[in-house]
């Protein structure tokens, strides 16, 4: 009952930017927290960056923060990325949650978008 359809993915060289765009349908109170996580071939998922509506709790990953900005509207998410790097070449997934603890605790249980291509190359 709950669908993420995400958007904005695409290929950039170094220092360029993108923005990811996640829009949630369905019950909003169990996307209360929502974010993005990354995976590339060979490495473990990370958590990217999450909040809740208002830019409350807001989350990111050392090695994005300076670089990548979340906002929310309501049933919606965006990542602005900036200054992107090689290493933040991965699959990027909206997921949401009820709560951040969740979000973090039990991605098992999260709803998951389908996923975006973000590469980053010269």
């Known amino acids: 009952q709950v669908q993420l359809v995400e958007s904005g993915g695409g290929s950039v060289q170094p220092g360029g930017s993108l923005r990811l765009s996640c829009a949630a349908y369905?019950?909003?109170?169990?996307?209360?927290?929502m974010g993005w996580f990354r995976q590339a071939p060979g490495k473990e998922r990370e958590g990217v960056a999450a909040?809740?509506?208002?830019?409350?709790s807001t989350y990111y990953a050392d090695s994005v923060k300076g670089r990548f900005t979340i906002s929310r509207d309501i049933a919606k998410v965006y990542l602005q990325m900036n200054i992107l790097e090689p290493e933040d070449t991965a699959m990027y997934y909206c997921?949401?949650?009820?709560?951040?603890?969740?979000?973090?605790?039990?991605?098992?249980?999260?709803?998951w978008g389908r996923g975006t291509q973000v590469t980053v190359s010269s």
């Open positions: 997921a949401a949650a009820p709560t951040r603890e969740r979000w973090f605790g039990s991605p098992q249980n999260n709803n």
């Open positions: 369905g019950d909003t109170y169990s996307v209360a927290y």
């Open positions: 909040t809740y509506d208002g830019e409350r």
